[in-house]
C-alpha cells in the first residue's frame, strides 16, 4: 500500500498561483493513476486532475483546463498539482489520491492523504 501526505496548501488571493505536492511512501508512486480531488464546505468531492503512471496522460475536470496542471516526479515519488489563477471558487479542501487503473471517480480510489486546504479571498 501507499501512504499520501498533501502540502503547500495556503490563504493567497484571487489571480495568484500555488503549487501543491503530495508526497507518497511505502509502496511506489509508480504503480498508480495519481490524482487530486476538493472538496468545498457544504459540497461533495470533485475530481481536479488526473495522471497516469507514465506521466504520459493527464485529464482535467473543465473549470480548471487552462489554469491547473498535474505532474509527477516518480523518481521522488512526488505528485505536483500548480494551480494558477486562482478563483475563489477553487476554495477548498485538496486531496490526493492514488489507483491501480486510470480513474476520474472518487470511489475507485483506495488510497487518499488528509488533505491541504487551499482558500482563495476576492
Known amino acids: 500500500q501507499v501512504q499520501l501526505v498533501e502540502s503547500g496548501g495556503r490563504l493567497v488571493q484571487a489571480g495568484d498561483s500555488l503549487r501543491l505536492s503530495c508526497a507518497a511512501s511505502?509502496?511506489?508512486?509508480?504503480?498508480?493513476?495519481m490524482a487530486w480531488f476538493r472538496q468545498a464546505p457544504g459540497k461533495e468531492r470533485e475530481f481536479v486532475a488526473v495522471i497516469s503512471r507514465s506521466g504520459i496522460t493527464t485529464d482535467y475536470t473543465d473549470s480548471v483546463k487552462g489554469r491547473f496542471t498535474i505532474s509527477r516526479d516518480n523518481a521522488k515519488n512526488t505528485v505536483y498539482l500548480q494551480m494558477n489563477s486562482l478563483k475563489p471558487e477553487d476554495t477548498a479542501v485538496y486531496y490526493c489520491?492514488?489507483?491501480?487503473?486510470?480513474?476520474?471517480?472518487?470511489?475507485?480510489?483506495?488510497?487518499w492523504g488528509q488533505g491541504t486546504q487551499v482558500t482563495v479571498s476576492s
Open positions: 489520491a492514488a489507483a491501480y487503473a486510470w480513474a476520474t471517480t472518487a470511489s475507485l480510489y483506495r488510497y
Open positions: 511505502g509502496r511506489p508512486v509508480n504503480s498508480y493513476a
